[in-house]
């Protein structure tokens, strides 16, 4: 089984610190990642070399979360509960 230092080319890096349960990374080919703070519910976007912008925030009572992909956020409709 490869190991992650077999898949990428370069060394790993942190871009930034200070999030509380994060998922992703997800490259886009302009150059930045998209990732989520699972337990703050916001998508962030970042460039290297940049701090994050947060690009989209879910409200707490959602019973559908937005979704990162190839090509950026999902369409996906966020429905309020109740």
């Known amino acids: 089984m490869p190991t992650l230092n ?3 080319d370069g060394d790993a890096q942190r871009l930034d610190t200070g999030f509380t ?4 990374p997800l490259y886009h080919p302009d150059g930045f ?11 962030y976007r970042i460039k290297p070399g940049e701090k994050p912008s947060c690009c989209a925030r879910i409200p707490a009572k959602a019973t559908a979360r937005p979704s990162i992909h190839r090509g950026g956020l999902s369409n996906a409709r966020a429905a309020t509960a109740g």
């Open 6 to 8: 077999d898949l990428i």
């Open 33 to 43: 990642y998209y990732f989520v703070d699972v337990r703050e519910s916001k998508f």
């Open 21 to 24: 349960f994060t998922e992703g």
